[in-house]
């Protein structure tokens, strides 16, 4: 029972290791152009109708 709890910590270790170690794709950027994206379509129709209101 120790020895498969000592080789479940030392295989949650390494695998945590790994994962902290291992360069990550950030999404957060490509997310964050695409709000932006829609942010400046929604302001373009926003002042289309204002501006057709009048």
Known sequence: ????TVK???TL???SSALLLT???SDAQVDMK???QVAEAARKIH???II???
């Open 1 to 4: 029972m120790i020895n498969f």
């Open 8 to 10: 479940s910590l030392i």
């Open 13 to 15: 270790l390494v695998t």
């Open 23 to 25: 360069p990550m794709r």
């Open 34 to 36: 695409v709000l932006s």
């Open 47 to 49: 002042f289309h109708l």
């Open 52 to 54: 057709t209101k009048k």
